[in-house]
Structures are given as C-alpha cells and as structure tokens.
C-alpha cells in the first residue's frame, strides 16, 4: 500500500505564484479582460504581507516591494482599478500583490 499523495500550498494564498513585474501584469491583464464584463474600475488592487487575510483573492508574489508598487500603481493610474489598504509595509518582507 502507498502512503497519500498531498500537495502543498502555502496557508492562505490560493496558489501564489512568485512572478517578476512584467509576468503579474500580464497574469491580472489576462484575469481582467477575461471577466464579463472586462471593466478595470469593477476590480481591486492592493499589497499586503498576509496572504491569509487575502486567502479569497488572487495574489502574486513580487520580486521586491518596488515591483509591488510599480504593478499596483500602474493599475490604480494607468487602468483605472480600485486601491485597496497598502499601509505599514517593510520593504524587506514578502510583498503579495492581490486582485479582487
């Protein structure tokens, strides 16, 4: 008899995936303009260091907190989303990036 076969996942996050700047705005452009409707203003962008608070939404981990900034500013200015909360944050901490 074989033991269980389990995957793993990091508590909370859905299946982050790590993800250079470029590949995270390309995976929630593809997400968005996949939705119906594919409207930028009905979706929310925000940083946390807690993927557990976020476990319902889609996250990304970026390469550096900059690239967070980057990627959420970008859809907040360029596209038109919502800000989410992205206070108290430590540049030297896992940065996820979630949509919602």
Do not use: C
């Not at 390309?26 to 929310?44: F, G, M, N, R």
């Not at 959420?72 to 996820?96: D, L, P, S």
């Amino acid at each position: 008899m074989h033991p269980p076969q389990f995957s793993v996942m990091p508590v909370g996050t859905r299946g982050s995936i790590h993800m250079n700047r470029q590949s995270i705005i390309q995976a929630i452009t593809d997400k968005v303009e996949s939705a119906k409707p594919a409207d930028y203003a009905l979706w929310t962008i925000g940083l946390t260091h807690f993927p557990a608070d976020r476990k319902k939404q889609r996250q990304w981990i970026a390469d550096s907190f900059s690239d967070a900034q980057g990627i959420e500013a970008f859809f907040i200015n360029t596209k038109g989303m919502q800000g989410g909360t992205t206070e108290g944050f430590n540049g030297h901490k896992t940065v996820y990036v979630y949509i919602f």
